[in-house]
């Protein structure tokens, strides 16, 4: 019998503990995924005092300090279906806070010893010198927090895992100042051109995409859009030097979770044979938020971090048009806090019509899938985006800008998709006030005619967003990677 292919899965958050966003829900499920494909996989995360809280983890090594001011760190390990391995390391990671942040939205200054540290630990454990009997044949890093572990694994002699990249959001680089290039324990060979340097910085994704062996985005349409300077942040051109290595793979979700039947968030559970009990889900919705509860107005729900990718900017563009249309709109977010200002000043400014709520809250996101009619991402790019794909699964069709994943998934509502009976929502181009209101008053028109309305919703609760068919396209691109590897 052959073995199973070993895989040591690297991220920086992990649902349902510690998550920013949608990587911390992949981070979760993929692995989980490719262990019902027989891969033998292990994920590493710092010990945030959170996973210290929820899990039950026993030390199985300790790691000596790595060089530079890279400090000394235990690794522990936790069982379950897919076992985990915690970086213990109180000097890094033991403080209140996200995986990023202080208590007070402010990104911790020594970010790039901690994810400098998550990134040798990662490399340490995929090279010979590993303390585990557990060695992987592939390590799979994700984002810039991992990105040098590829650049470290590239510098140690002797046998080595493969490498795989996957680029969640281009957006997020972390770039540090070249000074820190010892601190890091980097070879000076490594800072080039042809290497990790990003004008005169230390990039830690560019690291990743630079070293590893093959590299994966979050869908098809990411996977292009990132060949071109208007989405590759300056790395359009390392990245179309190797578009033979990179692959978009659209992610999927967790069908148990995000399930509106099964729902324990919601007030009313519903499926496709039961859609009028959605309804319910839309009354308490506004009950809660303090709208008038009319069954009759549509009501446009949002759940975003609120940052410019987000097209958060582009909503307040809307407003006069719901109030005429008698609609209401609900927004659920947190980030930048102009953002939160703009938001919180339109609904005092329409305060029957809007609702915002500026927090993270997981039970609130899971009623507002579930209440309201239709779900709006205008964002001006979206690498896979996951809330799109709970909305359709809630028979809450979106309104999506028809970018990244954004255009893997949804099925814009045009007469043409509609009579291949395709469609699943809205999508527009253009990134401005004028498309996003234009596919709204498409959307709302729509929803005035009942039978188009029913086929939409049972259009998109019947897509199958399954974690399988990911999976599989990841297991191949570790096939990859190792011979990438072998002919190195
Ligand atoms: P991104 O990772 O860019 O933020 P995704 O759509 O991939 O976007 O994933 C975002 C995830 O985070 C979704 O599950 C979404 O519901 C959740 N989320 C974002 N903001 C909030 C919030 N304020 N409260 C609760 N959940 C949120
Ligand atoms: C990033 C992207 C988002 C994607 C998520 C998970 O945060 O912004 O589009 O869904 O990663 O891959």
Known sequence: ??????????????????????????????????????????????????????????????????????????????????????????????????????????????????????????????????????????????????????????????????????????????????????????????????????????????????????????????????????????????????????????????????????????????????????RLNKTALQRALGLPQSSEAPLLGMVSRLVEQKGVDLVPGIAPMLVRARAQLVVLGQGEAKLENALRALAAGYPRAIAVRIGFDETLAHRIEAGADLFLMPSRFEPCGLNQLYSMRYGTPPVARRTGGLADSVVDASEANLRAGTATGFTFEAPTRAALRAAVKRALDAYRQPETWRFLQLNGMARDWSWGPAARATVEVYRRALAVSSRA
Not at 90 to 109: I, K, L
Not at 257 to 262: L, T, Y
């Open 1 to 278: 019998m052959t073995q199973p292919l070993r895989v040591l899965y690297v991220t920086p958050e992990l649902s349902p503990w510690v998550k920013a966003g949608g990587l911390g829900e992949v981070a979760r499920e993929l692995p989980a995924a490719l262990a019902r494909e027989g891969v033998d996989v292990r994920v590493l995360v710092p010990a945030y005092p959170a996973l210290r809280a929820a899990l039950k983890a026993a030390p199985v090594a300790a790691i000596h300090a790595p060089g530079g001011e890279l400090p000394a760190s235990q690794l522990l390990e936790a069982h379950g279906a897919v076992p985990l391995y915690l970086i213990e390391c109180d000097a890094c990671y033991g403080r209140p806070g996200s995986a990023y942040q202080s208590p007070e939205g402010v990104d911790w200054p020594d970010n790039d010893l901690r994810f400098g540290l998550l990134s040798r630990v990662a490399a340490l454990l995929g090279s010979a010198a590993s303390p585990l009997d557990w060695k992987p044949d592939v390590v799979h890093c994700n984002d810039w927090q991992s990105g040098l572990a590829p650049a470290y694994l590239a510098f140690t002699a002797g046998p080595r895992a493969a490498t795989a990249m996957t680029v969640h959001n281009l957006a997020y680089q972390g770039l540090f100042p070249a000074s820190r290039l010892a601190a890091l324990a980097l070879p000076e060979a490594a800072f080039r051109i042809e290497g990790l340097e990003y004008y005169g910085k230390i990039s830690f994704l560019k690291a990743g995409l630079h070293y590893a062996g093959q590299l994966t985005t979050v869908s098809p349409t990411y996977a292009r859009e990132i060949l071109t300077p208007q989405l590759g942040f300056g790395l359009e051109g390392l990245l179309r030097r190797r578009a033979q290595d990179l692959t978009g793979i659209l992610n999927g979700i967790d069908t148990g979770v995000w399930d509106p039947s099964r729902d324990a968030h919601l007030a009313a559970p519903y499926d496709g044979a039961h859609l009028e009990r959605k």
